[in-house]
């Protein structure tokens, strides 16, 4: 893994772990495992915090995508923790929140979300004092390319790779990688990651300044470099990375996702 740096103090605040229940069901979800359960938002105590409900899945880049943009945001959050291996994603009342049976999701009043780029958006959205996304239209149409480039071709290439090489991955979800699909996906990275190269030849960012461009990458190249990739042929991408997981919000958020 590439050595992290002490740039990018994390603004997150989140705080008041109070919660309710689902109108549904009257399971609670606790944040330790074997067994989570979950619950429907409540209002916090304290009058000045809007309570927004996190759901996670730990050692899951999903997850921890939703996490990093959340903290980096300065989002006041409740975060659950929904126990994938026994398939809680899958159980009724966390399927009332997500029905697609996915993490992570969120919910913030009346509000259901889920899809961890769409996470992000909103939260910088609500945010803007983080200064997540640009105001210009040209600024917020090239954050949105970052996006769909890293979902449709960086992440796809990333998982045929982590599943062969990274052993936290393989010993959490009990898989084992596929030679074919690493040696395309090494392929399709290296392709992929040479585009990323020559947008950072002359910028610490994707967009000049930090934004969710950047953030929508951190996971799943975290996990591709902890099963041993080797980023030295493209000498922006691990500079950059370097920068981006020194920052104090991904600490916090590998810490919470994945234990590291």
């Known amino acids: 893994m590439l050595a992290p740096s002490d740039e990018g103090a994390c603004t997150d605040r989140s705080g008041c772990l109070s919660a309710g229940r689902l109108a549904s069901s009257g399971r609670r979800l606790r944040r330790t495992v ?3 359960r979950i619950e429907a938002p409540k209002p916090c105590d304290h009058a000045t915090i809007a309570q927004v409900d996190f759901y996670y899945g730990r050692v899951s880049g999903n997850s921890a995508r939703a996490a990093f943009g959340l903290h ?3 989002a006041h959050f409740t975060p659950h ?3 994938t291996p026994s398939g809680e ?3 009724a009342p966390y399927m009332a929140i997500n029905p697609v049976g996915t993490v992570p999701a969120l919910t913030d009043g009346e509000l259901r979300l889920w899809e961890s780029n769409a996470i992000n958006w909103y939260a910088a959205e609500k945010h803007p004092e983080a200064r997540l996304l640009p105001t210009s239209l040209a600024g917020r149409a090239a954050v949105q390319r970052w996006l769909f480039f890293q979902t449709g071709h960086v992440s796809p290439a990333c998982a045929s790779i982590f599943r062969a090489t ?3 991955m393989q010993k959490f979800w009990n898989i084992h990688g596929d030679v074919q699909a690493l040696e395309a996906g090494r392929k399709e990275l290296t392709r992929f990651l040479a585009v ?3 947008a950072l030849h002359d910028r610490d960012w ?3 300044t930090f934004s969710l461009a950047d953030i929508a990458f951190a996971p799943h190249l975290w996990l591709v470099s902890e099963g041993g990739y080797d980023f030295g042929s493209t000498p922006a991408v691990r500079g950059w990375l370097d920068r981006l997981w020194g920052r104090a919000c991904w600490r916090k958020t590998a ?3 994945f234990g590291a």
Request: no cysteine.
């Open 81 to 83: 923790h929904v126990y």
């Open 89 to 91: 994603n899958r159980s």
């Open 206 to 208: 994707l967009e000049t």
């Open 34 to 36: 074997p067994r989570p």
């Open 166 to 168: 990274n052993t936290r």
């Open 196 to 198: 990323l190269d020559q």
């Open 72 to 74: 980096e945001a300065g």
């Open 255 to 257: 810490e919470l996702i």
